[in-house]
């Protein structure tokens, strides 16, 4: 399994991309590919107390970095010479597995969509977060942020790709699939929700994916279903708000405990059940975002990742590519054409 990662991304780049592909490899067994300058690269191994490239890692260079404030639509004409435009072409060429990015989100995506290429059939790649839930199993919410205005057909499509994923990359053997809306009943939401909800019932009654009605964002953290379709805005705000409530109960746990002696004591006395709630919380401990609906697995990490995130996100990239579902999804896709064409 080769990963081709982008180590000139994000706020802590060179140096969090490069410690946490070392610890990938030393942990999960990955060969990894540094794509950036490489005199930044090899400084930061000499920072570090290795005068060499550790087994496992090879350095492909680039001179240019994406800025984050560069026009996606521009990035591929001059910033051709990138890391991540390179990385890209290395993973459209056949050079990786996948690749990792926690670079400009737009220019991730563009460059994923026209360099990488969509699966046939799909018409918007889609941002999908695996996160956790009350019930212990992963929600993947798509999309949360690639496409803020979307058509019926175009949240129809990300219930099919988000299905696949969770069945055959996460393990789900039956997803549950809901639409987020502001009530249960089939009549609530705009107009694009009331669509969307007749075309995500048609889907199912076809046997394409299991449709369970809408669902209520307050829900959504309860595991109520294992997949979430809705439109990039409110897939961001759904995903922003749960990880802002995510932090306060945080700050909150924390001064509770340290109030006084007494609560000092009972926080000793659950100090483990705090570490791993608190790590449950932790988005560092996810990775990253794969848009879904790329032919290739390509996997955007938070833009302030640290070494513990890259690293995770390394460990997402491997499980996305063994898990290959592009070929499931072909074959859904297929079938909804039949079955449209057979109306």
Do not use: W
């Amino acid at each position: 399994m080769k990963i081709i990662l982008d180590a000139m991304g994000g706020d802590n780049a060179p140096e969090a991309p490069v410690l946490g592909a070392i610890d990938a490899v030393k942990t999960y067994g990955a060969d990894i590919i540094l794509v950036g300058r490489g005199e930044e690269i090899l400084e930061v191994l000499k920072k570090n107390g290795l005068e060499t490239l550790p087994e496992g890692i090879e350095i492909a260079h680039a001179d240019d970095v994406v800025d984050m404030h560069d026009d996606p639509g521009t990035v591929l004409h001059k910033r051709k010479n990138s890391s991540m435009v390179i990385g890209l072409k290395m993973l459209s060429d056949g050079k990786g597995d996948a690749f990792v990015s926690a670079g400009s989100t737009g220019a991730l995506l563009t460059g994923a969509t026209l360099l990488v290429k969509r699966v046939r059939g799909i018409r918007r790649a889609s941002m999908a977060p695996a996160m956790p839930t009350k019930a212990g199993t992963k929600v993947i919410v798509c999309d949360c942020g690639a496409n803020a205005e979307c058509t019926p057909e175009f949240l129809l499509q990300f219930g099919l790709v988000a299905s696949a994923y969770s069945k055959y990359t996460l393990g789900v053997e039956n997803p549950k699939v809901g639409l987020l809306n502001i009530g249960a009943e089939d009549s609530k939401g705009t107009q694009l929700q009331k669509d969307a909800y007749a075309l995500l019932k048609d889907a199912g009654d076809k046997g394409l994916l299991n449709f369970t009605g809408n669902v209520e964002a307050r829900d959504v953290p309860l595991g109520a279903v294992d997949v979430v379709v809705c439109d990039g805005f409110n897939g961001n705000v759904l995903i922003k708000s749960i990880e802002g409530t995510a932090m306060f109960m945080g700050s909150q746990l924390k001064r509770m405990f340290k109030k006084n002696i007494g609560s000092k004591i009972g926080y000793l006395l659950c100090k483990s059940g705090v570490k791993d709630l608190m790590k449950l919380l932790d988005y560092r401990e996810i990775g990253g975002t794969q848009f879904l609906g790329i032919k290739k697995p390509v996997i955007k990490a938070h833009g302030s990742s640290d070494a513990l995130a890259f690293r995770n996100a390394v460990k997402q990239a491997m499980t996305a590519a063994e898990g290959n579902f592009t070929p499931q999804l072909e074959k859904t896709l297929a079938a909804l054409k039949g079955s449209e064409a057979d109306a």
